[in-house]
């Protein structure tokens, strides 16, 4: 607000009234300036800069809204980077508790590793199912929804209908390792001739992979064919001290060896993986064929169970709601011939979170699922899935070694549990879907730090806008007191003038 | 020469004395009354038969310059137009809250963007929702609130033409008294008090209307709007009209067709029963009533064009669905196939294409019409002053339209060619292998009229005037843009169950933690640009303005702040002329007490000298009479 000059001149009472309202206006426009500290109470009173403040005002509202959503991308990344520092820490804590030297039966038929990495699946559910008031943060977008169910009704099941881990790994079992526990393989006996056939299923058992010999007079046949088979004839007596190796493939991948060794001594041939020389072709083949079914059935039963169950639970934690996992097809199991979908009703779902991502294939991952827009162009990703083929894989790690038990009675409890073990730690170190806890906490990170800059960034912007808008919009103090008490004086001067000259009139002076 | 001649001359004195002094006391009194102006009284000297006899009253004069007053009429009528505006802007400007206040509108439309960022944020969040709810609802009432104080403003311009007519043909009649008795009479011409009373009664008529004053040989005068029509032919019998509208709306308008005119009718109505629109015929120039008239339909209208523009922006931008256009061919021509499917009346469809050789960009804009009486559509149709508009009735599906599209863009000489290859799909191709056209692109909106299963878009704000139906535009029947800024509101549904600002999909049901659709949303308010039409009166004139919404709002606030400050500029230089012309007029005209006192003074010792002549004749022929 600007003074209008007071040009003195021809006084006239109507006009100094004028004059003197006017002034009045102006000192009470200036006290309210200086009470309110605003320049005006209107658009129109900020003057030509107006457009200046609004901008700013507006500009002013997404920072602080950016700032707020920044704060609350903070508070999600830290604690999912806590939960997920837990997870770490719980899986190295596996790892220790399964080492090889851990077998140590109990009367349960489970080891003291086992129910300490039990005790780590709940902690693990636990940090995963962290919540900022009600917001879960490994839903990814079904953020009401607490992502991980509890591990008992993972390991056992509902009890209403719905499989758990343990139902999975058991009907795995059933049809990996097929009847008479031969890994789902046919051994034939005609004459001096063995021959070993895969069943024809694509799935489950063993995969016949070579076969080296260096037994005289028998022939050899490499499996061939599909279904792959392979044969051994004795033409004549091998000679003592010959092997046989057979190399079979698991359902995980690792290869298996049986060596059966010829032996002339009975009491030798006794020994597992080793076989009577007989004095025809067709009691060597007996002898061969007996040896050779008991080394089937102990890898069947040691390493083909192990990597069947870790198998199965790692089907049974691919599993969403919109993506069931798989099931064997069955029953009967044990003759299974593929996989079929198990569905919502009858399979326990694990995860009960978003799971666009990996179902649908056009789904930007499980960072984009919670997006935090942190500046006008920038997104972070602050999303997380407890379905993320890390966090996955360990939980699956996790669930094989606690559903899986090892009862005294069994013969192979020990060797069965090393190849297990083996197996859960090999996952646990080198996930089989490549990703570990630790990378999905990096990317996290990454977006914690891009939130930190745009804090800062935001925080300059903020002071600056308030600047723009003082400057528009507020008076200062010093001007406003100035003009006030330069006004004061012209209103008194001309307070104490109109007074004057209404008194100088001839009125006053006839008589 | 004798006594008696001085006794004659004294009492002649005596009696100019008592005039004088009734003079000075009818200034005295007067110094303060309106339309006054100061007399005086000059002697003369009595002549009879070539000597002085006496003193003679002489004829009271009034004091006034012709000019200034002339100058003064012409400022006041500038100076009521001025005020009328300066009023008005500054009540408007008000409408729109204190600035930085949690109550102004650019606030109110930050708090709900910023909710929207909150609930991006945490899409989960009951509170977040709620929380947006809320702002929409605010926001909504809001533009509706200040849209019906604008239409309080302009019935308040209505009513105060009425009033102001009502003076003026009060003033018209007081003027045809005076001037018919200052005609008639010829010894009443030179009454100051009836000149005084018609001066001021032409005063009052000229702060109303613009008028110059026309003085005719017989003391009458004729009066004249300065565009040169009669107000007053020295007769008399010309009166203003008019039907004053109690409440208006944004869809009473003025119109040269008084059929479909919704505001008051003002008409000047000669004695011989012609009447004048005065509005059409451009009558006043300035003076009140001509700034209340262009305060009710112009500013104040144009105050409403761009909140109805904004809640039509606000509406749609969160409602409409942009479906993708894909290139398409058949032979030579070239072009792009855009599903229309859901297009809702007012919905349109926009074709880019350029002229070769030269490469002239051109627009042609295809609307959704069915009614036909709405046709042809008004060149406002669309923000775009310079494209071409066809409205089209798509009662029968894009198939039955077709036919209608491709003869509008034969009537407009487009040279494209429509086509409907399947279901809802519209395929716009160039002219092929003559190529003198090409299609840059081809878009559309189309308004979402559930809350879900057509989109992240949602029809957020709906139209309270049409059962809470969405808005889509519609030019069917009435402009349904037109006052939809008082009927803006917030979708029912969407308060009734705010899960539905995430949620946009039931099968397969929208996770809660979804951004997709407050992300949208954001983006529309914030960074999408529209175009606003150029009647809003903001940007430059025939021209668009495209912007965001939020940059929209916030140009509202500039444009009419702007405005009030210029109206309030020009107003105090218009004051500061008439307070100086008057000034000039009051030191001539005005009274100075002073000035009669010391008059009085004088008058009182030519009393006392008189009376004592008469005492010495007195004395004198006393003396004769004792001889």
Redesign the interface.
Known sequence: MSISPFVPGQFSASQATERLTQLRAQLNGLQRQLGSGKKAETFAGLGAQRYLSLDARAKLAATESYKSIVNDATLRINLQTKSLEGVVRQAHAANSSLAPNSWLAANDGQTIGQKSVRGGLDEVIDLLNVDVAGRYLFSGRASDVKPVLDSRTIIEGDGAGRAGVKQLITERRLADLGAGDLGRLNLTVAAATIGLAEDGNPDFGFRLQGLTSSLSNTVATPPAGAPAALAVTFAGAPNDGETLTLTLRLPDGSDEQIMLTARTDPAAASQPGSFLIGATPAATAASFSAALQTSLQRASRTSLQAASAVLAARDFFAGSLNAPPRRVAGPPFATAAGFAAGTAANTVIWYRGDDDFPVNPTSAGARASQPARIDANLTIGTGAQANEAGLRDTLAAFAVAAAETFPAADVNARERYEALTLRIRRAISAPPGGQKPEDIAGEIALAGSAARYALARHRQRESFFLSVISAVEDVNNEEVAANLLSLQTRLEASYQTTAIIGRLTLTSYLR | MGLTSALNAAVSGLNNSQAQIDLISQNVSNAGSAGYTRRTLTPLQSVVANRTSGVLSGTIERVYDRLVQRQLRTETAGAAYTGVHTRF??QL??L?G???SASAL??IF??F??SL??L??????ATARVQSVQAAQLLAGTINGISNDVQALRADAERAIGSAVQRANQALASIEQINSRLTNDVSARQNAALLDERDRAINDLARIADIKVVDQANGGVNIFTTSGFQLFDGVGGTRLQFDVHDALTPQSLYNTNPALRGVGTLSIVTPAGATIDVVAQGVFRSGEIQGLLEMRDKALVEAQVQLDELAAGLARALSDRNPPAAAATAGAAQGFDIDLAGIQAGNSVTIDYFEQPGNVARRATIIRVDDPASLPLPLTATADPNDLVIGVSFAGGVAGAVAAIQAGLTAGGTGLTVANPAGTMLRVLDDGAAATRDIGGVSAGITNTALTGQGVELPFFVDRGLGNAAYTGSFDGSQQQRGFAQRISLNAALAADPSRLIVFSTT?L??????ARP?QL?DRL??VNRDFSPEAGIGGSGLPHTGTV??FV??I??T??????QA?RIDEGQQVVV?ALS?RF??VS?VK??SE??DL?QVQNAYAANARVIGTVKDLIDVLLRL
């Open positions: 802007t500054a400007d008000r729109y204190t600035p930085g650019d606030s930050n708090s963007t910023q960022q909150t991006a944020a945490q899409p989960s969040s397969p929208t996770p809660a933690g979804d951004t992300l954001i914030t960074q939020s940059g916030r140009r606030l500039d009419q702040g702007g405005k009030a400050v309030q307070n000034e009051a030191d005005g007490i002073d006192l010391a003074v």
